[in-house]
């Protein structure tokens, strides 16, 4: 969230376009004059924008001359791979997130608990990992079609494999879960939308690059 007074929309550095800051990354320079990524907009310095997306930090680290070093108005060192540090960040940041939901209560995990979950439970939103065999993902959502509350739908998150659960929850074979409703849920959803869109491909126009 913007600080009070601050602004809520900001200019990408690579498009010009204005946006608001929740579609943006800010980057800041470090006391070595490296380029780094400000993903929670706290850290102390003149900041520069870039929209949310791999694609368009991948151009700025390109035109590093020309995006940062306008930005910054000076030297800007960009070390190699920064849109794989975003993305690291912003997974290392879901995860943590899910660490909190579990520990505030609002996850079930293990296939027979999410399913009486679905059944009994209000439920934000289903994880599965990424290894996860196909028929207990379609027997899941089959139960989670049949609620009337989750007609329509709830999120499901497959950007994570089994060890990675594994880790973030303490816990060992991972491999489905449940959201139940909660504010915990809510912040690691949002956080798993921001990862997704980062990742999703966009259209980056020759005219963009050379902007």
């Given amino acids: 969230m913007p600080r009070k007074n601050e602004p809520t929309e900001r200019q990408c550095a690579v498009t010009r376009e204005v946006q608001p800051i929740s579609s943006l990354i800010r980057f800041v320079l470090d006391p070595d004059g490296r380029v780094v990524p400000d993903l929670k907009r706290v850290l102390p310095g003149r900041g520069v924008w870039v929209t949310a997306s791999n694609e368009m930090v991948a151009v700025a680290e390109k035109d590093r001359k020309k995006v940062f070093g306008r930005g910054f108005k000076g030297e800007a060192r960009v070390e190699?791979?920064?849109?794989?540090?975003?993305?690291?960040?912003?997974?290392?940041?879901?995860?943590?997130?899910?660490?909190?939901?579990?520990?505030?209560?609002?996850?079930?995990?293990?296939?027979?608990?999410?399913?009486?979950?679905?059944?009994?439970?209000?439920?934000?939103?289903?994880?599965?990992?990424?290894?996860?065999?196909?028929?207990?993902?379609r027997k899941l959502a089959a139960v989670a079609a049949g609620q009337e509350e989750l007609a329509n739908g709830c999120q499901i998150v497959r950007l994570f494999d089994s060890d990675q659960l594994d880790l973030a929850l303490g816990r060992s074979n991972v491999i489905h879960a449940a959201l139940l409703d909660g504010q915990a849920s809510e912040n690691f959803l949002a956080r798993v939308r921001e990862l997704e869109s980062f990742r999703a491909p966009t259209a980056v126009g020759s005219e963009t690059s050379n902007a």
């Fill in 80 to 137: 190699p791979g920064l849109a794989d540090l975003v993305d690291g960040l912003m997974e290392r940041s879901a995860l943590q997130a899910l660490s909190m939901a579990r520990k505030a209560g609002e996850l079930v995990t293990g296939f027979a608990k999410v399913e009486a979950a679905l059944r009994r439970d209000p439920v934000a939103g289903l994880i599965h990992a990424s290894d996860a065999a196909d028929d207990g993902v």
